[in-house]
Protein backbone atom coordinates (compact mmCIF):
# COMPACT_ATOMS: atom_id res chain seq x y z
CA UNK A 1 0.00 0.00 0.00
CA UNK A 2 1.75 3.44 -1.12
CA UNK A 3 1.94 6.09 1.65
CA UNK A 4 0.07 8.91 1.69
CA UNK A 5 3.24 11.49 2.79
CA UNK A 6 4.25 14.27 0.48
CA UNK A 7 7.41 16.32 0.75
CA UNK A 8 10.98 16.05 -0.20
CA UNK A 9 11.92 12.66 1.43
CA UNK A 10 8.68 11.40 0.08
CA UNK A 11 9.23 10.27 -3.60
CA UNK A 12 5.86 8.07 -3.95
CA UNK A 13 6.08 5.55 -6.11
CA UNK A 14 9.54 3.89 -7.08
CA UNK A 15 8.86 2.10 -10.18
CA UNK A 16 9.84 2.99 -13.85
CA UNK A 17 7.10 4.77 -16.12
CA UNK A 18 4.98 2.64 -18.36
CA UNK A 19 4.00 4.25 -21.83
CA UNK A 20 0.77 5.45 -21.20
CA UNK A 21 -1.03 2.93 -24.07
CA UNK A 22 0.75 -0.19 -22.05
CA UNK A 23 -1.48 1.24 -19.21
CA UNK A 24 -4.34 2.00 -20.66
CA UNK A 25 -4.41 -1.91 -22.10
CA UNK A 26 -3.83 -2.85 -19.22
CA UNK A 27 -0.01 -4.56 -20.12
CA UNK A 28 1.78 -2.62 -17.91
CA UNK A 29 4.12 -5.09 -15.80
CA UNK A 30 2.90 -2.87 -13.02
CA UNK A 31 -0.73 -3.51 -14.01
CA UNK A 32 -0.44 -6.76 -12.58
CA UNK A 33 0.03 -5.93 -9.05
CA UNK A 34 -3.07 -4.79 -7.17
CA UNK A 35 -4.90 -1.56 -8.23
CA UNK A 36 -4.41 -0.33 -4.14
CA UNK A 37 -1.01 0.57 -5.67
CA UNK A 38 -2.72 3.40 -7.94
CA UNK A 39 -5.90 4.10 -6.14
CA UNK A 40 -7.23 3.38 -2.69
CA UNK A 41 -10.60 5.04 -0.56
CA UNK A 42 -9.11 6.67 2.42
CA UNK A 43 -11.09 5.62 5.28
CA UNK A 44 -11.05 8.92 7.24
CA UNK A 45 -13.58 10.58 5.25
CA UNK A 46 -16.58 9.03 3.26
CA UNK A 47 -16.08 8.63 -0.55
CA UNK A 48 -12.23 10.25 -0.70
CA UNK A 49 -10.32 8.63 -3.18
CA UNK A 50 -6.97 8.86 -4.30
CA UNK A 51 -5.51 7.87 -7.80
CA UNK A 52 -1.98 7.29 -8.38
CA UNK A 53 -1.72 7.86 -11.88
CA UNK A 54 1.71 6.33 -13.35
CA UNK A 55 2.51 8.55 -16.16
CA UNK A 56 2.74 12.75 -16.75
CA UNK A 57 -0.41 13.73 -18.84
CA UNK A 58 1.35 16.47 -21.50
CA UNK A 59 1.42 20.13 -20.14
CA UNK A 60 1.24 21.98 -23.74
CA UNK A 61 -0.92 19.88 -25.70
CA UNK A 62 -2.94 22.71 -26.82
CA UNK A 63 0.02 24.67 -28.47
CA UNK A 64 1.45 21.62 -29.22
CA UNK A 65 0.55 21.66 -32.93
CA UNK A 66 -0.52 17.55 -32.63
CA UNK A 67 -3.50 17.23 -35.28
CA UNK A 68 -6.59 17.24 -33.31
CA UNK A 69 -7.13 13.44 -33.77
CA UNK A 70 -3.63 12.92 -31.98
CA UNK A 71 -4.61 15.75 -28.84
CA UNK A 72 -8.12 13.11 -28.89
CA UNK A 73 -6.14 10.13 -28.59
CA UNK A 74 -4.20 10.56 -25.57
CA UNK A 75 -7.76 11.84 -23.71
CA UNK A 76 -9.04 8.08 -24.97
CA UNK A 77 -5.38 6.46 -23.56
CA UNK A 78 -6.30 8.64 -20.23
CA UNK A 79 -9.28 7.68 -19.66
CA UNK A 80 -9.26 4.01 -20.78
CA UNK A 81 -6.18 4.03 -18.67
CA UNK A 82 -8.17 5.55 -15.26
CA UNK A 83 -10.96 3.05 -16.25
CA UNK A 84 -8.23 0.22 -15.53
CA UNK A 85 -6.75 1.97 -12.49
CA UNK A 86 -9.67 2.79 -10.42
CA UNK A 87 -12.72 -0.09 -10.48
CA UNK A 88 -16.27 0.22 -9.69
CA UNK A 89 -15.46 -1.06 -6.53
CA UNK A 90 -12.83 2.17 -5.76
CA UNK A 91 -15.80 4.79 -6.84
CA UNK A 92 -18.37 5.97 -4.87
CA UNK A 93 -21.89 3.95 -5.50
CA UNK A 94 -23.62 7.25 -6.73
CA UNK A 95 -21.73 10.20 -8.32
CA UNK A 96 -20.87 12.91 -6.20
CA UNK A 97 -22.87 15.72 -6.29
CA UNK A 98 -20.41 17.98 -4.05
CA UNK A 99 -16.77 17.08 -4.25
CA UNK A 100 -13.60 19.54 -3.91
CA UNK A 101 -10.43 17.92 -6.80
CA UNK A 102 -6.62 18.38 -5.54
CA UNK A 103 -4.46 17.64 -8.75
CA UNK A 104 -0.71 16.84 -7.84
CA UNK A 105 2.09 16.76 -10.13
CA UNK A 106 5.30 14.70 -9.42
CA UNK A 107 7.81 15.60 -12.32
CA UNK A 108 11.53 17.03 -12.30
CA UNK A 109 10.63 20.22 -13.79
CA UNK A 110 8.45 22.59 -12.95
CA UNK A 111 5.74 23.58 -15.49
CA UNK A 112 4.08 26.89 -15.60
CA UNK A 113 0.43 27.17 -13.82
CA UNK A 114 -1.54 27.29 -17.24
CA UNK A 115 0.88 24.11 -18.40
CA UNK A 116 0.07 22.35 -15.05
CA UNK A 117 -3.96 23.23 -15.10
CA UNK A 118 -3.96 21.92 -18.79
CA UNK A 119 -1.64 18.73 -17.95
CA UNK A 120 -4.87 17.78 -15.29
CA UNK A 121 -7.66 18.62 -18.42
CA UNK A 122 -8.08 14.82 -19.40
CA UNK A 123 -7.74 13.32 -15.81
CA UNK A 124 -10.72 15.59 -14.56
CA UNK A 125 -12.82 14.57 -17.29
CA UNK A 126 -12.09 10.77 -16.08
CA UNK A 127 -14.10 11.72 -13.27
CA UNK A 128 -17.12 11.93 -15.67
CA UNK A 129 -16.19 9.15 -18.00
CA UNK A 130 -18.07 6.22 -18.00
CA UNK A 131 -15.08 4.35 -20.29
CA UNK A 132 -15.47 0.40 -20.00
CA UNK A 133 -18.17 0.53 -18.59
CA UNK A 134 -17.48 2.11 -14.87
CA UNK A 135 -19.49 4.60 -12.43
CA UNK A 136 -18.50 8.01 -12.80
CA UNK A 137 -17.20 9.74 -9.96
CA UNK A 138 -19.26 12.92 -10.03
CA UNK A 139 -22.33 14.00 -11.58
CA UNK A 140 -20.49 17.34 -13.30
CA UNK A 141 -17.41 18.89 -13.69
CA UNK A 142 -18.59 22.31 -13.41
CA UNK A 143 -17.79 24.80 -10.60
CA UNK A 144 -20.62 24.27 -8.83
CA UNK A 145 -19.70 20.37 -8.33
CA UNK A 146 -16.20 20.61 -7.70
CA UNK A 147 -15.56 24.48 -7.45
CA UNK A 148 -12.16 25.38 -8.12
CA UNK A 149 -9.29 22.47 -8.18
CA UNK A 150 -6.33 22.75 -6.76
CA UNK A 151 -3.24 22.55 -8.58
CA UNK A 152 0.04 21.80 -7.11
CA UNK A 153 3.63 20.67 -8.29
CA UNK A 154 6.05 18.40 -6.44
CA UNK A 155 9.52 18.00 -7.63
CA UNK A 156 10.64 14.31 -8.31
CA UNK A 157 13.40 12.18 -9.54
CA UNK A 158 13.31 12.47 -13.49
CA UNK A 159 12.17 8.98 -14.22
CA UNK A 160 9.59 8.61 -11.84
CA UNK A 161 7.22 11.20 -12.66
CA UNK A 162 3.68 10.73 -11.98
CA UNK A 163 0.49 12.12 -11.50
CA UNK A 164 -2.29 11.96 -8.18
CA UNK A 165 -5.85 13.46 -8.17
CA UNK A 166 -7.55 13.74 -5.23
CA UNK A 167 -11.65 13.39 -5.04
CA UNK A 168 -12.84 14.28 -1.58
CA UNK A 169 -16.91 13.89 -1.21
CA UNK A 170 -18.13 17.50 0.30
CA UNK A 171 -21.93 16.74 0.57
CA UNK A 172 -23.68 19.52 2.60
CA UNK A 173 -24.48 17.95 6.05
CA UNK A 174 -28.16 18.47 6.86
CA UNK A 175 -29.34 19.18 10.54
CA UNK A 176 -32.70 18.82 11.82
CA UNK A 177 -33.61 20.21 14.94
CA UNK A 178 -36.53 18.92 17.27
Not at 8 to 20: D, F, I, W
Not at 36 to 41: A, K, Q
Not at 60 to 88: C, K, M, T, Y
Not at 107 to 125: C, E, M, N, Q, T
Amino acid sequence: MPTLARGANSTGLQLSCPSLSEVAAGESPIMGQSDREYSEVLSHRPHTLLVRLPFLPPTNEASSGNHWSARSRNGRLIRQAFAVIVPDSKRPPVPLDHAAVTCIRYSASKPDYDGLVRSFKHVIDCLLSRTRGRRQIVIDDNMSVIGIPKYQWVKTASSKGYVEIIVEDRAPWIVTYR
